[in-house]
Every structure is written in structure tokens, then in C-alpha cells.
């Protein structure tokens, strides 16, 4: 059993002056959320094994900040392919992790996050800013995801914990 975890880039800022949508910076409510974000998963031990994010400033920097503020041992890859892809796009770069990642996360768009897991699951799930998915998905190894189906574990949205702690740069 293998778990894919989707996540939606934090809240990105529209007033930004930068030219490009590829540019464009998270808000300080996008940066909270990712943060918080990594934090839930790391006390929820389902810290992933590897993250792959989209090379969009605002993905990146999601990616960056879940990953320091939940104290993950990872690598965090970059790559072009997440930015203004499809589902199937995304099942061959999952396809691709090694078969020691067992908790593989994908920092994405919409509408491509939503469309991945109707794809894995038939289910339907609004993925607003910053939510997380874990999808359990029945293989032994990733390059069995082509044609797999999953079951949604848990949806998880910064808005539920806003209990938590978590410091503003």
C-alpha cells in the first residue's frame, strides 16, 4: 500500500507586481497555511518520504515552508512538468518514486489536483488553497499507478487548525 498526498499551493498574492503567473508570490495567508500545513502532517505522522512540487514561485515556496515548519528528512524535487499539467501527467511523475518512498507528496494546481484524485478515486473534492488529500492507493510500487485506484484517507484544510501555533515571517 502506497500513500499519494495531493496538495494545493497555499493562497497565492494577486497584488504582486510580478508580470507572470509562474511568478507569482504566496500571500502571508498562503505562507500560514503551508506551514501549518507541515506541521499537521509531521503530528499526524504521515510526513511524506518525498515531495515533488511544481517549479511556480508559489508551489515552490509551499512546498518549502510545509516542509521546514513539519521538520521533514526529504527531498523536495522541483519540477517544470507540475506547472500547467494534466492528472495524467501527474501519475507519471508519481510513477516514477522509488519504490522506498511509501509517503510520495505532489504540490500542484487546480484544476489538475481535483482532476488527479476523480481520476485515482471518483470522488470529488473541492481543494481550495493549501488542502491536503491523502489518497491510499493498493500497489507495492509507483510504476503500478498507471490504471491503479485509490481511496481518499483524509482531506485536511489550514482553516481546521487554526488552533495551531504557527509563526508569521
Known amino acids: 500500500m ?15 507586481a510580478t508580470a507572470t503567473d509562474h511568478g507569482r508570490p504566496l500571500a502571508k495567508r498562503g505562507r500560514v497555511a503551508a506551514k501549518t500545513m507541515g506541521l499537521v502532517l509531521t ?5 511524506p518520504d518525498l515531495v515533488i512540487t511544481s517549479t511556480a514561485t508559489r508551489a515552490r515556496d509551499t ?19 507540475l506547472y ?5 501527467e501527474m501519475i507519471k511523475i508519481a510513477s516514477a518514486a522509488g519504490d522506498n518512498v ?3 507528496l505532489l504540490v500542484g494546481h487546480q484544476p489538475t489536483c481535483a482532476d ?16 491536503v488529500v491523502g489518497l491510499d492507493v493498493g500497489i507495492d510500487a509507483w510504476e503500478e499507478l498507471p490504471g491503479a485506484e485509490a481511496t481518499i ?5 489550514p482553516r481546521m487548525f487554526t488552533d495551531y501555533d504557527i509563526a508569521v515571517e
Open 63 to 81: 512546498a518549502s515552508l510545509a516542509a521546514k515548519s513539519g521538520e521533514w528528512d526529504c527531498e523536495v524535487e522541483e519540477t517544470e512538468r
Open 43 to 47: 503530528r499526524a505522522n504521515e510526513q
Open 2 to 16: 502506497k500513500r499519494l498526498i495531493i496538495m494545493r499551493h497555499g493562497k497565492s498574492d494577486w497584488k504582486s
Open 102 to 104: 511509501n509517503r510520495l
Open 153 to 157: 484517507g483524509w482531506v485536511l484544510q
Open 116 to 131: 488527479l484524485i476523480y481520476r485515482l478515486t471518483g470522488g470529488i473534492v473541492q481543494v481550495k488553497t493549501a488542502t
Open 84 to 88: 500547467l499539467s494534466g492528472p495524467d
